[in-house]
């Protein structure tokens, strides 16, 4: 069974808002509205909901343009990561994969840390990602210092790119930078 509440904030005769809750009706209506007005004078609200065995209570809050973009982010990331979760069957490593093997545990023998190296790849294709989507020469730029040649590539990339040495410096550092951006989100 899911129960739904709608807390809007409403102006008090001293001026200042205190959240209250609203009919459906009256949340409705709300939403009709702010579909009409323009972004800046829009209306945010975020969304919190709690499972409690088989039902689900979910409460619908009206709150600050700041609060909402904060929301909204790890909200965004929760969504990401749960589809990425469903691409996946995560089993427990005590859980029995065959009659003749006792857990997961016992059929793997190995030196190599594979939950870290599964996330150092997970994290390279985003990096990846995010370099493309940042500059055209980002991703060349990642390749060269991962194959050791950060020190011996400006000739390179003067041929390839028609900028001065200068500019290829410029380069690298900015590049530096957003990696160290990247690794600290």
Sequence with gaps: MKKTQYLLL????DGSSRLEA??????????SVNRLVSSDQRRHF???????????????????????RSWNIGNTMRQKNRKRGQDYTFL???????????TIQ??????????????DNILMDELRKALRAWRPWAEELLDIYLNGGKHTCTPYLI???KIGERGVQKRKVAFEKFILNFLKK
């Excluded at 609203?22 to 939403?31: D, G, I, K, R, Y």
């Excluded at 427990?92 to 006792?102: G, H, K, N």
């Excluded at 016992?106 to 996330?119: G, I, N, Q």
Aim: glycine share 2%.
């Design 46 to 68: 975020i969304v919190d909901c709690i499972e409690d065995g088989n039902d689900l209570d979910c409460m619908y809050i009206e709150v600050s343009p700041q609060e909402h």
């Design 159 to 161: 041929e390839k790119y």
């Design 10 to 13: 409403k102006k008090q005769p």
């Design 92 to 102: 427990p490593i005590d859980a029995s994969i065959r009659e003749d093997l006792a």
């Design 106 to 119: 016992d059929s793997l023998v190995s030196d190599c840390d594979l939950e870290r190296l599964a996330t």
């Design 22 to 31: 609203v009919t459906q009706s009256e949340w409705n209506e709300t939403l």
